[in-house]
Protein backbone atom coordinates (compact mmCIF):
# COMPACT_ATOMS: atom_id res chain seq x y z
CA UNK A 1 0.00 0.00 0.00
CA UNK A 2 1.04 3.38 -0.58
CA UNK A 3 1.18 5.98 2.15
CA UNK A 4 -1.59 8.69 0.63
CA UNK A 5 -3.97 5.26 0.20
CA UNK A 6 -3.54 5.00 4.15
CA UNK A 7 -6.71 5.47 5.91
CA UNK A 8 -6.70 4.60 9.10
CA UNK A 9 -3.70 3.91 11.90
CA UNK A 10 -3.86 0.46 11.38
CA UNK A 11 -3.16 0.68 7.48
CA UNK A 12 0.06 2.31 8.86
CA UNK A 13 0.79 -0.67 11.72
CA UNK A 14 0.05 -2.70 8.41
CA UNK A 15 2.64 -1.01 6.44
CA UNK A 16 5.26 -0.88 9.46
CA UNK A 17 5.07 -4.72 9.63
CA UNK A 18 5.94 -5.24 6.01
CA UNK A 19 8.82 -1.86 6.15
CA UNK A 20 10.55 -3.67 9.12
CA UNK A 21 12.61 -6.84 9.64
CA UNK A 22 10.54 -9.19 12.59
CA UNK A 23 13.23 -8.36 15.15
CA UNK A 24 12.70 -5.02 14.50
CA UNK A 25 8.60 -4.69 14.38
CA UNK A 26 8.50 -6.72 17.63
CA UNK A 27 10.59 -4.63 19.47
CA UNK A 28 8.34 -1.52 18.68
CA UNK A 29 5.01 -3.57 18.45
CA UNK A 30 5.42 -5.50 21.71
CA UNK A 31 4.31 -5.37 25.20
CA UNK A 32 5.65 -8.10 28.17
CA UNK A 33 4.43 -11.46 28.82
CA UNK A 34 1.18 -12.61 26.69
CA UNK A 35 1.16 -8.45 26.04
CA UNK A 36 -2.93 -8.59 27.72
CA UNK A 37 -2.01 -5.12 28.71
CA UNK A 38 -1.92 -4.22 25.12
CA UNK A 39 -4.77 -5.83 23.97
CA UNK A 40 -6.57 -4.02 27.12
CA UNK A 41 -5.34 -1.13 26.23
CA UNK A 42 -7.50 -0.88 23.18
CA UNK A 43 -10.02 -2.53 24.03
CA UNK A 44 -10.69 -0.64 27.29
CA UNK A 45 -11.13 1.91 25.02
CA UNK A 46 -13.72 0.52 22.78
CA UNK A 47 -15.97 -0.84 25.80
CA UNK A 48 -16.93 3.75 25.98
CA UNK A 49 -19.62 5.16 23.98
CA UNK A 50 -20.29 8.76 23.28
CA UNK A 51 -23.36 10.36 23.21
CA UNK A 52 -24.09 12.47 20.62
CA UNK A 53 -26.18 16.02 20.63
CA UNK A 54 -27.27 17.09 17.61
CA UNK A 55 -28.94 20.51 16.56
CA UNK A 56 -25.65 21.85 17.73
CA UNK A 57 -23.67 24.18 15.29
CA UNK A 58 -21.10 22.68 14.31
CA UNK A 59 -20.47 24.56 11.15
CA UNK A 60 -16.64 26.16 12.78
CA UNK A 61 -14.93 23.74 14.60
CA UNK A 62 -11.42 24.31 16.34
CA UNK A 63 -9.16 21.89 18.07
CA UNK A 64 -7.12 24.56 19.89
CA UNK A 65 -6.01 23.80 23.39
CA UNK A 66 -4.07 25.34 26.08
CA UNK A 67 -1.15 23.04 27.99
CA UNK A 68 1.00 24.48 30.53
CA UNK A 69 0.11 28.17 29.33
CA UNK A 70 0.75 27.55 25.29
CA UNK A 71 -1.90 27.11 22.98
CA UNK A 72 -1.60 23.82 21.07
CA UNK A 73 -3.26 23.04 17.33
CA UNK A 74 -4.64 19.96 18.43
CA UNK A 75 -5.22 18.26 21.86
CA UNK A 76 -2.37 15.08 20.99
CA UNK A 77 1.06 15.48 20.91
CA UNK A 78 3.85 12.63 20.30
CA UNK A 79 5.05 10.27 23.36
CA UNK A 80 8.45 9.58 23.64
CA UNK A 81 10.05 6.13 22.77
CA UNK A 82 13.55 5.17 22.50
CA UNK A 83 15.71 3.67 20.14
CA UNK A 84 13.20 4.21 16.83
CA UNK A 85 16.54 5.43 14.66
CA UNK A 86 16.50 1.51 14.13
CA UNK A 87 13.11 1.58 12.66
CA UNK A 88 13.85 4.57 10.30
CA UNK A 89 16.98 6.55 10.45
CA UNK A 90 16.16 10.30 12.02
CA UNK A 91 13.01 9.02 13.35
CA UNK A 92 13.27 11.50 16.25
CA UNK A 93 14.41 14.75 14.20
CA UNK A 94 11.18 13.75 11.76
CA UNK A 95 8.36 13.55 14.46
CA UNK A 96 9.80 16.74 16.28
CA UNK A 97 9.81 18.45 12.62
CA UNK A 98 6.11 17.39 11.94
CA UNK A 99 5.31 18.30 15.53
CA UNK A 100 6.50 21.65 14.97
CA UNK A 101 4.68 21.89 11.84
CA UNK A 102 0.97 20.65 13.19
CA UNK A 103 1.86 22.83 16.49
CA UNK A 104 1.75 20.22 18.52
CA UNK A 105 4.15 18.95 21.61
CA UNK A 106 6.85 15.84 21.01
CA UNK A 107 8.79 14.42 23.65
CA UNK A 108 12.30 13.32 22.95
CA UNK A 109 13.23 10.02 25.03
CA UNK A 110 16.20 10.02 27.31
CA UNK A 111 16.81 6.67 24.82
CA UNK A 112 16.85 8.56 21.69
CA UNK A 113 19.15 7.74 19.04
CA UNK A 114 19.02 11.52 18.02
CA UNK A 115 20.98 14.09 20.20
CA UNK A 116 18.97 16.14 22.84
CA UNK A 117 20.08 19.12 20.69
CA UNK A 118 19.95 17.96 16.81
CA UNK A 119 16.82 17.10 17.70
CA UNK A 120 15.92 20.27 19.45
CA UNK A 121 16.58 22.62 16.51
CA UNK A 122 13.53 20.78 14.85
CA UNK A 123 11.55 22.19 16.89
CA UNK A 124 12.46 24.66 19.06
CA UNK A 125 9.55 25.48 20.07
CA UNK A 126 7.82 22.20 20.97
CA UNK A 127 10.30 19.71 21.89
CA UNK A 128 10.11 18.47 25.65
CA UNK A 129 12.56 15.87 27.10
CA UNK A 130 11.99 13.09 28.87
CA UNK A 131 14.81 12.14 31.36
CA UNK A 132 16.31 8.85 32.02
CA UNK A 133 18.40 8.85 34.72
CA UNK A 134 21.54 7.23 34.70
CA UNK A 135 23.80 5.34 37.50
CA UNK A 136 26.10 7.68 37.15
CA UNK A 137 24.46 11.29 38.99
CA UNK A 138 27.18 13.64 37.14
CA UNK A 139 25.40 11.89 33.39
CA UNK A 140 21.92 12.75 34.63
CA UNK A 141 22.97 16.38 36.13
CA UNK A 142 24.59 16.90 32.41
CA UNK A 143 21.56 15.87 30.42
CA UNK A 144 19.24 18.11 32.64
CA UNK A 145 21.97 20.97 32.01
CA UNK A 146 21.68 20.16 27.98
CA UNK A 147 18.37 20.10 27.63
CA UNK A 148 18.16 23.75 29.92
CA UNK A 149 20.96 24.78 28.27
CA UNK A 150 19.08 24.48 24.38
CA UNK A 151 16.05 25.73 25.69
CA UNK A 152 13.59 22.86 26.16
CA UNK A 153 10.67 24.28 29.04
CA UNK A 154 9.30 21.07 30.53
CA UNK A 155 11.09 18.21 31.75
CA UNK A 156 9.45 14.59 31.48
CA UNK A 157 10.61 11.84 34.20
CA UNK A 158 9.10 8.60 33.51
CA UNK A 159 9.00 6.58 36.62
CA UNK A 160 7.15 3.04 35.09
CA UNK A 161 10.44 1.12 34.59
CA UNK A 162 11.79 0.14 37.99
CA UNK A 163 13.66 -2.82 35.88
CA UNK A 164 13.53 -4.15 32.62
CA UNK A 165 10.54 -5.86 32.01
CA UNK A 166 10.39 -9.46 30.18
CA UNK A 167 8.86 -8.39 26.77
CA UNK A 168 8.92 -12.15 25.42
CA UNK A 169 9.22 -10.96 21.72
CA UNK A 170 12.55 -9.40 22.25
CA UNK A 171 13.61 -12.24 24.26
CA UNK A 172 13.17 -14.95 21.62
CA UNK A 173 14.44 -12.93 19.11
CA UNK A 174 17.68 -12.46 20.70
CA UNK A 175 16.71 -9.07 20.75
CA UNK A 176 17.46 -7.43 24.61
CA UNK A 177 19.80 -4.58 25.89
CA UNK A 178 22.24 -3.82 24.62
CA UNK A 179 20.66 -4.56 21.52
CA UNK A 180 22.52 -6.22 18.73
CA UNK A 181 21.76 -7.24 14.97
CA UNK A 182 21.86 -11.31 15.11
CA UNK A 183 22.93 -13.49 12.11
CA UNK A 184 18.92 -14.48 12.39
CA UNK A 185 17.63 -11.11 12.17
CA UNK A 186 19.87 -9.91 9.44
CA UNK A 187 19.03 -13.36 7.35
CA UNK A 188 15.28 -12.02 7.89
CA UNK A 189 15.99 -8.21 7.31
CA UNK A 190 16.93 -9.74 3.68
CA UNK A 191 13.19 -9.77 3.06
CA UNK A 192 12.59 -6.08 4.04
CA UNK A 193 15.31 -4.80 1.67
CA UNK A 194 14.14 -1.04 2.20
CA UNK A 195 15.31 -1.13 5.76
CA UNK A 196 18.14 -3.01 5.31
CA UNK A 197 19.28 -0.57 2.52
CA UNK A 198 18.59 2.35 4.81
CA UNK A 199 20.56 -0.01 7.41
CA UNK A 200 23.38 -0.68 5.47
CA UNK A 201 23.35 2.66 3.77
CA UNK A 202 23.72 4.41 7.39
CA UNK A 203 26.24 2.11 8.55
CA UNK A 204 24.49 0.00 10.71
CA UNK A 205 23.39 0.29 14.45
CA UNK A 206 22.25 3.95 15.21
CA UNK A 207 24.11 5.49 17.80
CA UNK A 208 22.28 6.43 21.23
CA UNK A 209 23.76 10.27 20.83
CA UNK A 210 23.24 11.72 23.81
CA UNK A 211 24.80 9.30 25.36
CA UNK A 212 27.95 9.25 23.67
CA UNK A 213 29.44 12.21 25.05
CA UNK A 214 29.63 9.99 28.50
CA UNK A 215 31.31 6.85 26.41
CA UNK A 216 35.34 7.17 25.46
CA UNK A 217 35.49 8.83 22.50
CA UNK A 218 35.38 6.84 19.29
CA UNK A 219 33.07 4.00 21.02
CA UNK A 220 31.28 2.35 18.90
CA UNK A 221 27.57 2.61 18.17
CA UNK A 222 27.66 -0.80 20.08
CA UNK A 223 29.74 0.52 22.96
CA UNK A 224 27.63 3.15 23.32
CA UNK A 225 24.13 0.98 23.54
CA UNK A 226 26.11 -0.88 26.11
CA UNK A 227 26.78 1.55 27.95
CA UNK A 228 22.99 2.75 27.80
CA UNK A 229 21.81 -0.44 29.13
CA UNK A 230 24.37 -0.81 31.90
CA UNK A 231 23.41 2.41 33.34
CA UNK A 232 20.17 3.09 32.73
CA UNK A 233 17.11 2.20 35.05
CA UNK A 234 19.04 3.47 38.47
CA UNK A 235 17.15 2.72 41.36
CA UNK A 236 14.79 5.84 41.78
CA UNK A 237 13.22 7.29 44.65
CA UNK A 238 10.00 10.38 45.69
CA UNK A 239 12.89 11.98 47.67
CA UNK A 240 15.04 11.91 44.17
CA UNK A 241 12.36 13.04 41.80
CA UNK A 242 11.19 15.79 44.49
CA UNK A 243 15.16 17.03 44.27
CA UNK A 244 15.10 16.87 40.36
CA UNK A 245 11.59 18.82 40.71
CA UNK A 246 13.49 21.47 42.38
CA UNK A 247 16.54 21.97 40.37
CA UNK A 248 14.33 21.99 37.15
CA UNK A 249 13.55 25.72 36.70
CA UNK A 250 10.75 24.95 33.88
CA UNK A 251 7.60 22.51 33.96
CA UNK A 252 7.90 19.46 35.57
CA UNK A 253 5.90 16.63 34.50
CA UNK A 254 6.13 13.07 35.87
CA UNK A 255 4.86 10.33 33.26
CA UNK A 256 3.36 6.53 33.90
CA UNK A 257 1.49 7.24 37.14
CA UNK A 258 -1.33 4.79 37.37
CA UNK A 259 -2.61 4.96 41.21
CA UNK A 260 -4.68 8.20 42.82
CA UNK A 261 -2.27 8.14 46.10
CA UNK A 262 0.72 8.10 44.02
CA UNK A 263 -0.51 11.08 41.51
CA UNK A 264 -1.42 12.78 45.20
CA UNK A 265 2.48 12.06 46.43
CA UNK A 266 3.23 14.26 42.03
CA UNK A 267 1.23 17.10 44.03
CA UNK A 268 3.09 17.44 47.19
CA UNK A 269 6.62 17.26 45.61
CA UNK A 270 5.25 20.30 43.31
CA UNK A 271 4.66 18.43 40.11
CA UNK A 272 2.88 20.37 37.54
CA UNK A 273 1.64 17.38 35.50
CA UNK A 274 1.44 13.63 35.24
CA UNK A 275 0.84 11.79 32.46
CA UNK A 276 -1.37 8.78 33.35
CA UNK A 277 0.35 6.01 31.53
CA UNK A 278 1.41 2.22 31.91
CA UNK A 279 4.44 2.28 28.97
CA UNK A 280 1.85 0.89 26.42
CA UNK A 281 1.99 -1.88 27.84
CA UNK A 282 5.69 -2.51 27.97
CA UNK A 283 6.11 -3.11 31.82
CA UNK A 284 3.24 -4.55 33.75
CA UNK A 285 1.17 -6.69 32.06
CA UNK A 286 -1.48 -6.82 34.40
CA UNK A 287 -1.82 -2.96 34.74
CA UNK A 288 -5.29 -1.42 34.22
CA UNK A 289 -5.59 0.72 31.07
CA UNK A 290 -5.24 4.96 31.63
CA UNK A 291 -7.79 5.06 30.59
CA UNK A 292 -10.23 3.45 33.00
CA UNK A 293 -7.45 4.69 35.86
CA UNK A 294 -8.58 8.68 34.39
CA UNK A 295 -11.54 8.90 36.41
CA UNK A 296 -9.93 7.99 39.29
CA UNK A 297 -7.28 9.62 39.23
CA UNK A 298 -9.45 12.92 38.43
CA UNK A 299 -11.88 12.29 40.85
CA UNK A 300 -8.75 12.19 43.60
CA UNK A 301 -6.67 15.12 42.49
CA UNK A 302 -9.01 17.50 40.75
CA UNK A 303 -8.03 20.53 39.15
CA UNK A 304 -4.67 20.69 41.37
CA UNK A 305 -2.60 18.59 38.53
CA UNK A 306 -3.15 18.85 34.84
CA UNK A 307 -3.68 15.07 33.69
CA UNK A 308 -2.32 13.83 30.61
CA UNK A 309 -2.91 10.16 28.92
CA UNK A 310 -1.41 8.18 26.74
CA UNK A 311 -1.31 4.04 26.27
CA UNK A 312 -3.62 2.42 23.79
CA UNK A 313 -4.71 5.94 21.28
CA UNK A 314 -5.23 4.76 17.85
CA UNK A 315 -8.46 6.27 17.13
CA UNK A 316 -9.44 10.37 16.90
CA UNK A 317 -12.27 9.21 19.43
CA UNK A 318 -9.60 7.46 21.75
CA UNK A 319 -8.63 11.15 22.07
CA UNK A 320 -12.31 12.60 22.49
CA UNK A 321 -12.92 9.87 25.34
CA UNK A 322 -9.92 10.76 27.16
CA UNK A 323 -10.67 14.89 27.00
CA UNK A 324 -14.20 14.18 28.13
CA UNK A 325 -13.23 12.37 31.01
CA UNK A 326 -10.95 15.19 32.39
CA UNK A 327 -7.43 14.43 30.26
CA UNK A 328 -6.05 18.10 29.35
CA UNK A 329 -3.98 16.65 27.12
CA UNK A 330 -3.38 12.72 24.94
CA UNK A 331 -0.05 11.61 23.87
CA UNK A 332 0.34 8.69 21.11
CA UNK A 333 3.06 6.43 20.99
CA UNK A 334 2.62 3.38 18.22
CA UNK A 335 0.09 5.49 16.28
CA UNK A 336 2.47 8.24 15.34
CA UNK A 337 5.82 5.86 15.09
CA UNK A 338 4.13 3.87 12.72
CA UNK A 339 3.75 6.87 10.47
CA UNK A 340 6.81 7.73 10.46
CA UNK A 341 8.21 3.85 9.87
CA UNK A 342 5.65 3.47 7.17
CA UNK A 343 6.72 6.33 5.53
CA UNK A 344 9.50 7.88 6.97
CA UNK A 345 8.70 12.47 7.45
CA UNK A 346 5.46 11.91 5.34
CA UNK A 347 4.51 8.89 7.01
CA UNK A 348 4.28 11.56 10.20
CA UNK A 349 2.44 13.82 9.43
CA UNK A 350 0.00 10.99 7.60
CA UNK A 351 -0.77 9.60 11.50
CA UNK A 352 -0.88 13.08 12.81
CA UNK A 353 -3.73 14.15 9.51
CA UNK A 354 -5.33 11.04 10.22
CA UNK A 355 -5.54 11.32 13.82
CA UNK A 356 -7.06 15.35 13.36
CA UNK A 357 -9.45 14.25 10.64
CA UNK A 358 -10.80 11.51 13.00
CA UNK A 359 -10.67 13.97 15.83
CA UNK A 360 -12.91 16.19 13.55
CA UNK A 361 -15.58 14.03 12.40
CA UNK A 362 -15.82 12.69 16.15
CA UNK A 363 -16.25 16.24 17.45
CA UNK A 364 -18.80 17.04 14.84
CA UNK A 365 -21.05 14.31 15.10
CA UNK A 366 -21.23 14.25 18.72
CA UNK A 367 -21.90 18.32 18.80
CA UNK A 368 -18.74 19.45 20.30
CA UNK A 369 -17.32 22.47 18.19
CA UNK A 370 -14.17 23.48 20.63
CA UNK A 371 -12.47 21.55 22.87
CA UNK A 372 -13.60 23.26 25.74
CA UNK A 373 -17.17 21.82 24.69
CA UNK A 374 -16.25 18.02 25.46
CA UNK A 375 -16.87 16.80 28.73
CA UNK A 376 -18.58 13.56 30.52
CA UNK A 377 -22.08 13.87 29.13
CA UNK A 378 -20.82 12.80 26.05
CA UNK A 379 -20.18 9.50 27.29
CA UNK A 380 -21.06 6.43 28.22
CA UNK A 381 -18.88 4.34 30.76
CA UNK A 382 -18.78 0.54 30.82
CA UNK A 383 -19.57 1.01 34.30
CA UNK A 384 -23.15 2.28 33.71
CA UNK A 385 -24.44 -0.68 32.34
CA UNK A 386 -26.80 -1.98 29.40
C1 LIG B 1 9.13 1.49 20.74
C2 LIG B 1 8.74 2.21 22.00
C3 LIG B 1 9.73 2.80 22.78
C4 LIG B 1 9.37 3.49 23.94
N1 LIG B 1 10.35 4.15 24.65
C5 LIG B 1 10.00 4.92 25.70
C6 LIG B 1 10.98 5.73 26.34
O1 LIG B 1 12.13 5.76 25.96
N2 LIG B 1 10.56 6.48 27.39
C7 LIG B 1 9.27 6.50 27.84
O2 LIG B 1 8.94 7.20 28.79
N3 LIG B 1 8.31 5.76 27.21
C8 LIG B 1 8.65 5.00 26.15
N4 LIG B 1 7.68 4.28 25.49
C9 LIG B 1 6.28 4.40 25.93
C10 LIG B 1 5.61 5.56 25.20
O3 LIG B 1 6.11 6.82 25.62
C11 LIG B 1 4.10 5.58 25.48
O4 LIG B 1 3.88 5.58 26.87
C12 LIG B 1 3.38 4.39 24.87
O5 LIG B 1 3.90 4.07 23.60
C13 LIG B 1 1.91 4.71 24.75
O6 LIG B 1 1.19 3.64 24.27
P1 LIG B 1 0.76 3.46 22.72
O7 LIG B 1 1.98 2.98 22.01
O8 LIG B 1 -0.31 2.44 22.79
O9 LIG B 1 0.31 4.82 22.24
C14 LIG B 1 8.01 3.56 24.35
C15 LIG B 1 7.02 2.95 23.56
C16 LIG B 1 7.38 2.28 22.40
C17 LIG B 1 6.30 1.66 21.56
Redesign the pocket.
Known sequence: MRLEKAVNIEDLHKMSKRYLPRAVFD??EGGCEDEIG?AH?ETAFAAYRLIPRYLVDIRERSHETSLFGRTYSLPFGI??????GLARRGMECMQAAEAAAANIPF?L????NSSIEETFKHAPQHMWY?L?ASKELKDSEDMIRRAKDVGVGTL?I?VD?PLRSRRERNIRNGFTSPRSMGLGTMLEAATHPGWLLEYLRCGGEPYHETWRAYVKAGASAYEVSTYVSQHLLPPQSWDEIHRLRQQWPGKFVI??IMSPADALKAIEIGTDGI?I?N????QLDRAPSSIEMLPIIKAAVGDRLTLML????RRGSDIVIALCLGAEYV?????T?YGGIAGGRPGVKKAIDILRAELDAVMGQIGAPTIASLGPDFVRSPSSGQ
Open positions: FVINAPTGGVISGASQYVTTKGVSHGGRDSGVFTGRAL
